[in-house]
């Protein structure tokens, strides 16, 4: 995907937000069974091992409130994104070629600043914005470790597992009186959410994700980012599995599964491609320095050698 033909996801996002806002479900927990497309290699990246990790993995409890948090947020400030989105945008600023603060990146997913300059949106109070930004920075240290990892398939305990939810399969297990309520149509496909929140990311920083000169690094580039792009759209296939519940009602087509499979590799890939190119260099450019009897640059009329030039 060439960044002049890059889509706007900012304002896809509304429509899947909205719909999980309303759904009034519990989060469920994606740890899919890996298909076929999941065992593809992996370029070599450095192994970590598990007492390397340097915060504690958030915990199901610890997810329910991180969702807590940002309902509440959103009393305040209605464009506040579900988590699914965040997760998306987190690894995104994950893989990027430059670290990006939080600082920067904060006011940019949640409208809110990090010292009490708050533009839109805001935390009800400091104890609130701590234990958010605690359990922001555990979960950006388990993204950040398990795409350091050395793995061969995306169903080792080590590997990047996103936290995203099958919004179709907990309506289809609804009662039928509730889920008529719902608009099936409006409800974001497995793994939408959570790729729009990356695209935005990569949208909001776009000198960070620009084409390097390096052809085999560009094809790797647009591999990578077509298929995040790909999961931004909707499973319109025939959904035949369930892969929270073998007995639930199917809600994924396997096209989308092998898709979900193919952007998680994608996310791998271009971490490795930024870790390998490194942050951009800024190119210095030194000014001319006039000739000794040139006019001097500083506009004064005089000759170089007489004005800024003199020794």
């Known amino acids: 995907m060439q960044q002049a033909q890059a889509m706007s996801f900012a304002g896809k996002v509304s429509a899947p937000d909205r719909a999980v806002q309303n759904v009034g479900i519990a989060r469920i927990h994606c740890h899919p069974p890996p298909p076929a497309a999941m065992n593809q290699d992996l370029p070599d990246s450095p192994a970590i091992a598990p007492s390397e990790l340097a915060l504690e993995p958030l915990s199901p ?45 904060f006011p940019v997913l949640l409208a809110v600043g990090l010292d009490g300059d708050e533009d839109e949106g805001s935390f009800a109070d400091d104890t609130q914005r701590q234990r958010f930004m605690a359990l922001w920075a555990r979960r950006w240290s388990e993204v950040a470790q398990s795409l350091h990892a050395e793995i061969e398939s995306l169903d080792d305990s080590h590997a990047y597992h996103p936290e995203v939810m099958d919004i179709r399969g907990a309506v289809a297990s609804m009662p039928e009186q509730e889920r008529a309520k719902l608009v099936e149509s409006t ?121 800024c030039g003199a020794t």
């Open 61 to 105: 409890e610890e997810f329910d409130e991180i969702d807590a948090i940002l309902d509440e947020l959103r009393t305040r400030y209605d464009e506040t994104p579900q988590w699914e989105f965040c997760e998306g945008f987190m690894a995104a600023l994950v893989c990027c070629r430059r670290l990006i603060e939080p600082t920067e990146y």
């Open 187 to 307: 409800l974001p496909s497995f793994a939408q959410v959570w790729a729009l929140g990356f695209m935005y990311a990569v949208e909001a920083w776009p000198d960070e994700w620009a084409a390097p000169r390096d052809k085999e690094a560009v094809k790797w580039l647009d591999a990578g980012l077509q298929a995040i792009v790909a999961l931004t759209e909707d499973d319109n296939e025939p959904p035949t599995l369930c892969v929270f519940d073998e007995n639930g009602p199917p809600s994924i087509s396997l096209k989308r599964l092998n898709a979900f499979a193919d952007g998680i590799w994608a996310v791998y890939d271009l971490h490795e491609l930024w870790r390998n190119f490194g942050p951009r260099v800024e190119t210095v450019r030194k000014a001319v320095t006039p000739g000794r009897n040139d006019l001097c640059s500083c506009g004064s009329g005089k000759k170089y050698k007489k004005c």
